[in-house]
């Protein structure tokens, strides 16, 4: 996860300043792949660089919910929530759909 991590940092150090829709595609690819641990610690380590906005959370919301853990997409939402975003549909939606299939 360092890697990834100083990945970000390098690019940054370099001149290739990363922007919300590299990180966006980052954590896309991770929660995609069932990482959505990993994901989530890139986002909270690279929160204080850029501001995540509310694809950022759409995606760890998914990425939760697709390995049915809905408690933790619920504390992502909240943090999205907390932050000022608006809802985003596709994540009620998602989470509504895993509510209805582990019950």
């Keep these: 996860m360092k890697r990834r991590i100083e990945f970000f940092h390098l690019m940054d150090v370099e001149g290739y300043g990363y922007n919300v829709e590299t990180l966006n595609k980052v954590l ?29 959370y759409k995606w760890l919301v998914f990425g939760f919910c697709d390995v049915s853990d809905l408690v933790e997409a619920l504390k992502v939402w909240n943090m999205m929530v907390d932050e000022g975003f608006d809802l985003v549909i596709d994540a009620v939606e ?7 299939k582990t019950n």
């Design 28 to 56: 896309k690819s991770l929660c995609r792949c069932k990482l959505v641990v990993e994901a989530k610690y890139v986002m909270i380590k690279l929160k204080d660089s850029g501001r995540p906005n509310e694809i950022t």
């Design 94 to 100: 998602k989470m509504m759909d895993t509510l209805f």
